[in-house]
Structures are given as C-alpha cells and as structure tokens.
C-alpha cells in the first residue's frame, strides 16, 4: 500500500523558513515523479513544485520560484519543500503527491494528509 | 503557462440528477487531463486520468471525455457522497495547473 506521510508545517513568522518532508512507502520511491501542492483556506488547488525521480529536473510555479526548493532523498526515500522568505499569502495545507507520467497515463495517483503552514505574525 | 477554466462554480443538484462540469485549457494539452473529488478536510481523490479512463475503483457513473482544449466530466446520476469539489488538471508537462474547482451542493 502506497503511503505518503506530511510533516513539518508550522506557525511561521512573514520572512521566515520552513522545511516541509514527506516520508513515501510502499512503492519504488526513485522511479516516480514527486510534486507538492497547496491549499489555502476555502480556496482551490495550486500546483507548488515538482522533481523528477532522479532529482535531476525541478519545477516551480512562478509564485515561488526563487523563494521555494524541492528535493528529494532516494536513500531514505523522502521528500521535501525548503521554503524561504515566507508571506502571508503562502499559508496552505501542502500536500505531497505521487506522479504518473507513462505515455497518456498521467496522474496523481497518491497524496499525503496534508500538512498545514501558517505565516503570521 | 496554460490556464484552465472550469464551469460552473457551483452547482445545485438533486440527487439522481445528471451534472456536467466543463474545463477549457488555454491551449491544447491532448488528453493529458485528470479530474479530482474533494470533500473538507480530505485530499483529493482520482477519478479520471487521461481524459476518460475511469481510475480503478471509481463508480462507474462518473465519466470523462474531451481532448485538446475541451472537457467534461459527467455524473450520471449523482448520489448523496458524490457532494463535493470538483477539479480538473492538466498534465502536459511537469508543470501541471488546476482549474478553479467546482462546488456541487445539494438542491
């Protein structure tokens, strides 16, 4: 059974770091695509990031690119969203995400619970 | 970046009745194209991917068709735990985006 487990979100002061983890299990974590998504409160889905299974590519969505890094750790099969210079408008449920990308078959077949960061002061 | 315009909103239905959501991509993405179920405080949940193919496990009265710049997803009959958001994404690279969702209330 494929789990992904969140953590790591907090409250956070404007301009401050967090670093956000997602522990996956049940599958060959190496060969998949991960990405992480957001939520803020009574709003809709965002796409944050995403990596490659190598770590080789990343992706970012303008609204973080610069202030946010995605990595992965295939030894402890692990991922994670460094995310610097915080605001208010980045307060969401992030949710880690595991892709399908095989042809047509293109997916997110597995999500984490979410995990909630809160920027405020 | 391609842009997706879900319609509608919102919606109020009965149950037993049929409900259509639409989502238009700013440019062609094939049929790269997913569709997502979310009640509060939950994850979303795969129903669609690539356009039409029903993911294992999924009523067979949810259904999806379109390719290119239109698409739909169909509940034939909604049911009372079929209430929820609603909302397509586009997967034609790495970067994928997700159209502003759709509300389904009961009437």
């Known amino acids: 059974e494929v789990l992904l487990l969140d953590s790591g979100g907090d409250l956070v002061q404007p301009g401050g770091s967090l670093r956000l983890s997602c522990a996956a299990s049940?599958?060959?974590?190496?060969?998949?695509?991960m990405s992480w998504v957001r939520q803020a409160p009574g709003k809709g889905l965002e796409w944050v990031s995403a990596?490659?299974?190598?770590?080789?590519?990343?992706y970012y969505a303008d609204s973080v690119k610069g202030r946010f890094t995605i990595s992965r750790d295939n030894s402890k099969n692990t991922l994670h969203l460094l995310m610097n210079s915080l605001r208010a408008e980045d307060t969401a449920v992030y949710y880690c995400?595991?892709?399908?990308?095989?042809?047509?078959?293109?997916?997110?077949?597995?999500w984490g619970q979410g995990t909630l960061v809160t920027v405020s002061s | 970046d391609i842009q997706l315009t879900q319609s509608p909103s919102f919606l109020s239905a009965s149950v037993g009745d049929r409900v259509t959501i639409t989502c238009r991509a700013s440019?062609?993405?094939?049929?790269?194209l997913a569709w997502y179920q979310q009640k509060p405080g939950k994850a979303p949940k795969l129903l669609i991917y690539?356009?039409?193919t029903l993911q294992s496990g999924v009523p067979s009265r949810f259904s999806g068709s379109g390719s290119g710049t239109e698409f739909t997803l169909t509940i034939s009959s909604l049911q009372p735990e079929d209430f929820a958001t609603y909302y397509c994404?586009?997967?034609?690279?790495?970067?994928?985006?997700f159209g502003g969702g759709t509300k389904v209330e009961i009437k």
């Open positions: 440019q062609g993405i094939s049929s790269y």
């Open positions: 049940g599958f060959t974590f190496s060969t998949y695509a």
């Open positions: 995400a595991k892709l399908i990308y095989r042809g047509y078959d293109r997916r997110v077949d597995s």
């Open positions: 990596i490659s299974g190598s770590g080789g590519s990343t």
């Open positions: 690539a356009a039409s």
């Open positions: 994404q586009q997967l034609n690279s790495y970067a994928v985006t």
